[in-house]
């Protein structure tokens, strides 16, 4: 059954309110308040969804008492419509300019009464649905950054103990361009629906951009609270954030943790301190939670055990470490920088870098799993890998290519590392349906 919408009707004079109540209680639910200061103390616990205001009323007139309705954040989007004995346009005009929606003059007239309420209450949830869907996101649906910010400063006029959480998907991009945008977006979707699951009552989930999402906990928490409450998303994102077809794809999520009043009292000093727990737990194998006070406990204490001559051993230790022998293998991302880092360079410089893209093929007869072409990538990247210098670099790029930076060479040698590349995994690989194809790209300064 579908709420009554409710009405709050203010007049001084009882006669007026019985009148208005005879024409409206079939179709709403009604409170009546006789004066200003009425009206202001029902508003302190119940939220209308209409409010019809006499204007001439002794003490606290409607003028004033709509200007004190408009200015509580609380209370100014609650539409108001004057009632009156006075047609006079002045009068309108002032109450249109104040915010009231439309007037209604005495004596009632039911029939244009009921219509001038109904169509209010109809603009009104436009309005609110408009407004909310420009406070969600479009693609999860769950809270976007700016309702976030406006809800945490309305949390912190009022309020000043909560737990502000940093949610980032790791590794997302690589998974956009591996499985596609609508995996990924499936993706954080899914995601977005187990932050929401793990929500309180008075919690708000909101993504940010992106892979990135933030949980507000409002109140106070213990960190054995807020670490179970991680566990939780951690253990929901190991065993629920997975595709139901073939594709082999396993997710893991890094988290940042800041808490208020300690860390701030407001969305920037939460975030930031929060993101740089996040940045921690990146640089730190992912797919956990830290603290921004373990954090700053943990720079604490490695400056205070500082020793410069351990640090110059551990430096040359690794200086001296040349590694396995072959190219360097990298994430994408890693990549990238030095593709942009290798273009500097040679504007400096004379050398001849070339691209070599190496993109495996298959028969369109025969059919491959996505863990079957994840053993013949893996064929691909040791062809590689063996087949290369130190100096360099490889990268996979989709899921069915690996991109490799040849330095200081020129075509025809990279001409020939590619088919060493194919001859090498053709040796190795034992299904005669897949092939290996290879493009040249010299790469040009920046």
């Known amino acids: ?63 004033e008492t709509l200007e004190r309705i408009k200015s509580n954040m609380d209370t100014a989007n609650i539409p108001v419509v004057f009632l009156t004995v006075d047609d006079q346009r002045e009068s309108e005009i002032k109450g249109l300019k104040m915010g009231a929606m439309d007037f209604i003059l005495k004596p009632f007239e039911p029939d244009v009464m009921l219509s001038r309420i109904e ?68 993706i954080l979707c899914k995601f977005a629906d187990i932050l929401q699951e793990k929500l309180g009552p008075r919690d708000v989930a909101a993504r940010l951009g992106g892979d990135e999402f933030v949980v507000f906990l409002k109140g106070e928490y213990s960190d054995e609270e807020i670490n179970s409450y991680c566990d939780l998303v951690l253990n929901s994102v190991h065993n629920d954030l997975k595709d139901e077809s073939e594709i082999t794809y396993n997710p893991t999520v890094s988290i940042g943790i800041s808490v208020a009043p300690e860390n701030g009292t407001d969305f920037n000093s939460l975030y930031n301190k929060a993101d740089k727990a996040l940045y921690f737990v990146k640089q730190n194998g992912k797919d956990f939670y830290h603290y921004y006070k373990q954090r700053e406990e943990h720079l604490n204490k490695r400056i205070e055990n500082f020793n410069s001559d351990m640090d110059l051993a551990r430096l040359d230790v690794i200086f001296k470490d040349s590694g396995a022998s072959g190219a360097l293998k990298v994430e994408y991302e890693g990549f990238k920088h030095i593709i942009h880092f290798v273009q500097r360079t040679i504007a400096r410089t004379d050398q001849n870098v070339w691209l070599i893209l190496l993109t495996l093929t298959h028969d369109d007869s025969v059919k491959i799993s996505t863990d079957e072409l994840e053993l013949y990538m893996k064929e691909v990247e040791r062809s590689i890998v063996v087949s290369l210098r130190q100096g360099d670099v490889t990268t996979r790029y989709t899921s069915f290519q690996y991109v490799t930076l040849l330095m200081n060479t020129d075509e025809e040698s990279a001409r020939g590392i590619a088919k060493r590349i194919i001859t090498t995994w053709q040796d190795i690989t034992e299904n005669k349906y897949l092939s290996l194809q290879f493009d040249l790209k010299n790469i040009e300064p920046k």
């Open 1 to 63: 059954m579908e709420r009554k919408k409710h009405i709050l009707i203010v007049d001084d004079v009882t006669t007026n309110l019985k009148v208005a109540a005879e024409v409206l209680q079939d179709h709403y639910q009604l409170s009546m308040a006789k004066s200003g200061a009425q009206a202001l103390d029902f508003l302190k616990k119940v939220k209308p969804d209409l409010i019809l205001l006499d204007i001439r009323m002794p003490g606290m007139d409607g003028y």
């Open 119 to 186: 169509k209010i209450l109809q603009i009104e949830d436009l309005r609110k649905n408009l407004s909310n869907s420009a406070r969600r996101d479009t693609l999860t649906n769950i809270w976007n950054r700016k309702f976030l910010e406006d809800d945490l400063d309305k949390f912190f006029s009022i309020k000043n103990k909560g737990v502000f959480i940093i949610f980032d998907i790791d590794n997302f991009k690589m998974v956009n361009d591996t499985y596609g945008h609508m995996f990924g977006d499936s």
